[in-house]
Nanobody, 117 residues
């Protein structure tokens, strides 16, 4: 499985960005996908997750009400709509896919989000 993120960039505080994660390969085995982020000098943290079957979502408290995770199974693509961005949202955002049946954990290479104040 390969995961490729896109959509990062520079945005002013209060602005919006939409990230995409395109999955290819044996994606049928993935049951949960998620977005994680890592700011300089900080640990990687969960942003949001979504199950590929039922579309059950989970968000970090810091992004609830501002970010929306979604997926298009037909396109094998996951999205993260980010609104009301804050400088503290600046980070490299990573896409993750987990297959609990096969015990596999896939990561993309990340896309950089910069938020200017």
């Amino acid at each position: 499985v390969q995961l490729v993120e896109s959509g990062g960039g520079l945005v002013q505080a209060g602005g919006s960005l939409r990230l995409s994660c395109a999955a290819s390969g044996s994606t049928f085995s993935i049951n949960t996908m998620g977005w994680y982020r890592q700011a300089p000098g900080k640990q990687r943290e969960l942003v949001a997750t979504i199950t590929t079957g039922g579309g059950i979502t989970n968000y970090a408290d810091s992004v609830k009400g501002r970010f929306t995770i979604s997926r298009d199974n037909a396109k094998n693509t996951m999205y993260l709509q980010m609104n009301s961005l804050k400088p503290e949202d600046a980070a490299v955002y990573y896409c993750r896919g987990v297959s609990t049946a096969y015990g596999m954990d896939y990561w993309g290479k990340g896309t950089l989000v910069t938020v200017s104040s």
